[in-house]
Structures are given as structure tokens and as C-alpha cells.
């Protein structure tokens, strides 16, 4: 089956820019995470869907980070505007649900730099 | 929040050795899962352990849930250079406000020299 997709893979842009990263899970995956891996650390949970309700977006900055998923599918996350801290890699995975048995998909990330 | 504790955080050994990483904390969880991840890569998943005492194995690598549920530990035995990357430990929390949050450790980043 094919992974979960993301795109850009890398993206350098200037404090105060926006920026926008695209994520296509797994087909049937229900449950779509957005997890911000800053250097050295492990990934730290941004948002979680289920199919187009957020069930958990607490440590979402929410002034500035702001994510989507409109259809059920396919999502986006926005940051506007960025901050240098905000350069880390931004990962995306899917799960079939969200019980305990289920492991998650991840993408291959997008590396933002902020300069 | 609950936090898991990962130790060592680096772990730099020659081929051939045995190596354990331990991931702690004071928290219950309902279950744990071993990730590893490449550079430049997600994170893949290893392995899912729920019972308490549960121990699994995947090929040279061991996995143990301790009787509590609070801590884990990873065993390789044999490491070879294809081990290299960076090891994370995910608890699922077993209840409170965040009831079924996946949380990460900061990781392990194991290197095998030839």
C-alpha cells in the first residue's frame, strides 16, 4: 500500500513568512496526526484528527499555526507567521483508528529552516 | 502531560555488541510502542506491547513492558551497523484528559561502528 505522502520535503523561508505543508494519508485512515520533531527531541504532538473533526489540538500555537482537513482526507498545516523556533521537521502520520492495538504511519517529514 | 524518560540518549558501540535502551516514567500506560527512525525519514514502527510483563521479539531485538506499565526496555543482541538511527518510545496514556494520547520520548540515537 502506498505510505503516507507529504510534500514540500525541505522549505527555507524568512521569520514572518508563511509557509504551508500538505499531507496525504494512507486511504481508509480515519485519524491524521501533524507532529512538530524539533532537533535532537522526540516528535511532539501539534493536532489529531478524526476524519474532518479535530479531537485534540492543545498544543497547537493556535496565534500562528492553524491545520485543516477538510474532506476526510488529505490535510494541510499553515504557520503564519513563522518564527525562527519553528524550524524543526514537520511529520505527518495516519492510523486506522485510535485505540491502543493501532500503530501509527508516519511520512517522511517536511524540514522547514526558518532564517 | 505524561513524560517518558529515555536513556541513554546516545549510545555509540562497536558491531557485535549487545546494547539495552530503557524508556521510563511515573506514569500508568495503556500500552507502549518502539519506533525507529532514519535520518531524513518518520519515524517506523517496531512494535506494540500491552500486557504488563509482556516481552516480544523481533528477530535480534527484545522488547519488554514492565508489570506496571510505566516503563519499557529494548534489547539488541548482536548490533550491526543497518541498528544505526534513532530509537523512540511512545506510551499511550491510560486515562485523564488525554486518554489515549500517543506520547514520545525524546529518543535514543544509537550508532554501530564496524
Known amino acids: 500500500e502506498a505510505g503516507v505522502a507529504q510534500s514540500p520535503r525541505y522549505k527555507i523561508i524568512e521569520k514572518r513568512q508563511s509557509v504551508a505543508f500538505w499531507c496525504n494519508p494512507i486511504s481508509g485512515h480515519a485519524t491524521l496526526y501533524w507532529y512538530q520533531q524539533i532537533l535532537g527531541q522526540g516528535p511532539k504532538l501539534l493536532i489529531q484528527?478524526?476524519?474532518?473533526?479535530?479531537?485534540?489540538d492543545s498544543q497547537l500555537p493556535k496565534d500562528r499555526f492553524s491545520a485543516e482537513r477538510l474532506k476526510g482526507v488529505d490535510s494541510t498545516l499553515k504557520i503564519q507567521p513563522a518564527k525562527l523556533e519553528d524550524s524543526a521537521v514537520y511529520l505527518c502520520?495516519?492510523?486506522?483508528?485510535?485505540?491502543?492495538?493501532?500503530?501509527?504511519?508516519f511520512g517522511s517529514g517536511t524540514r522547514l529552516t526558518v532564517v | 502531560t505524561q513524560l517518558l524518560e529515555q536513556s541513554p540518549q546516545f549510545l555509540s558501540i562497536q558491531e557485535g555488541e549487545n546494547l539495552t535502551v530503557y524508556c521510563n516514567s511515573s506514569s500508568v500506560f495503556s500500552s507502549l510502542q518502539w519506533y525507529r527512525q532514519e535520518p531524513g525519514e518518520g519515524p517506523v514502527l517496531l512494535v506494540t506491547v500491552v500486557t504488563g510483563g509482556e516481552v516480544k521479539k523481533l528477530k535480534r531485538l527484545t522488547f519488554q513492558f514492565g508489570d506496571a506499565r510505566k516503563d519499557s526496555s529494548l534489547h539488541i543482541t548482536a548490533a550491526q551497523t543497518g541498528d544505526t538511527g534513532l530509537y523512540l518510545c511512545?506510551?499511550?496514556?491510560?486515562?485523564?484528559?488525554?486518554?489515549?494520547?500517543?506520547?514520545f520520548g525524546q529518543g535514543t540515537i544509537l550508532t554501530v561502528h564496524p
Open positions: 502520520a495516519s492510523s486506522q483508528g485510535s485505540g491502543q492495538d493501532y500503530g501509527y504511519t
Open positions: 484528527f478524526q476524519n474532518n473533526g479535530v479531537v485534540d
Open positions: 511512545a506510551g499511550r496514556n491510560a486515562g485523564g484528559t488525554s486518554y489515549g494520547k500517543l506520547t
